[in-house]
């Protein structure tokens, strides 16, 4: 089975936290939340998040990837924490799966893991910084290689699904999209 690890800063996004943990659930893969500290995570409109377990100790664990929700500040404070940059990094260089929606493909660029890479963002995130090396997108979703990126709130479900199905194949993402009734 699939591990993936969701960290949840304070100010994080709660649609996108909420849908990339539901939908890989639906899925039957292994989601881990873990909260940058101990307690309760309060997201930027005010919906309270429980963590699984705290960061330091999800780190003692291994995932094949790593999702990180967008929402400001909470990318802010996903970027700023080494533990996560380092964490983006070994996974990275492992080979496995690093993955950001809304303001949080910023921590990847500050990683070092978006060069040579096409990625999208939030607009005025990406797009304002103009990085060098990097092939910025308009599109919703973006997936190149095993650095998976998204726009925002309403690109959510579609980030989500596409996560399932770096994982799990096109079958899983269809019976999970199915069951969801969106057409």
Known sequence: M?????????GCEELEAVTIIDLLRRAGIEVTTAGLKPGIVRASRGVQLV????LDVALQDSYDMVVLPGGMPGAAHLKDDP????????????GKYTAAICAAPTVLLEA??????????????????????VNV????????????????P???????????????????????EAGLVRA
């Open 137 to 152: 997108s308009a599109a919703p979703v973006v997936a190149d290689g095993t650095v998976i990126t998204s726009r925002g």
């Open 154 to 176: 309403g690109t959510a479900m579609d980030f989500a699904l596409t996560l399932i199905e770096a994982l799990q194949g096109a079958e899983a993402r269809a019976r999970v």
């Open 2 to 10: 699939a591990k993936v690890l969701v960290p949840l800063a304070d």
């Open 112 to 133: 070092g893991v978006l060069a040579g890479r096409q990625a999208t963002s939030y607009p005025g995130f990406l797009d304002a910084l103009n990085p060098p090396g």
């Open 83 to 94: 533990r996560i940059l380092d964490l983006v990094r070994r996974m990275a260089a492992a």
């Open 51 to 54: 963590p699984d377990v705290t």
